[in-house]
């Protein structure tokens, strides 16, 4: 069955860096599109950035473009989320999603349980 798990979240300090994993199992990871999204503490659930099947289409949220970046590695089975120059709202659980097809115009149709991220001096 399909299984995502994410890790590397944890408490940054503003204008810090943290760096999210997805280690993804149980489809053939590489023709999916994959998704990150995060929840804040008391607010909906929010889609951050999605990759294309083959990694060299990437989008973001404005809210963080040009901090972060998303990656793949496909041999490796492992969808990434580099998180930089952090800000106290970027606090919130982070989830891997996997897409329905190898773009972001199907849907979201497994998540992982999230991780942790929080912005705080």
């Known amino acids: 069955q399909v299984q995502l798990v994410e890790s590397g979240g944890g408490l940054a300090q503003p204008g810090g860096s943290l760096r999210l994993s997805c280690a993804a199992s149980g489809f053939t990871f590489s023709s999916y599109a994959m998704s990150w999204a995060r929840q804040a503490p008391g607010k909906g659930l929010e889609w951050v950035s999605g990759i294309y099947s083959d990694g060299d289409n990437k989008f973001y949220a404005d809210s963080v473009k040009g901090r972060f970046t998303i990656s793949r590695d496909n041999a490796k089975n492992t969808l990434y989320l580099q998180m930089n120059s952090l800000k106290p709202e970027d606090r919130a659980l982070y989830y891997c999603?996997?897409?329905?097809?190898?773009?972001?115009?199907?849907?979201?149709?497994?998540w992982g349980k999230g991780t942790l991220v929080t912005v705080s001096s």
């Open positions: 999603a996997k897409e329905a097809d190898s773009s972001l115009y199907a849907g979201m149709d497994y």
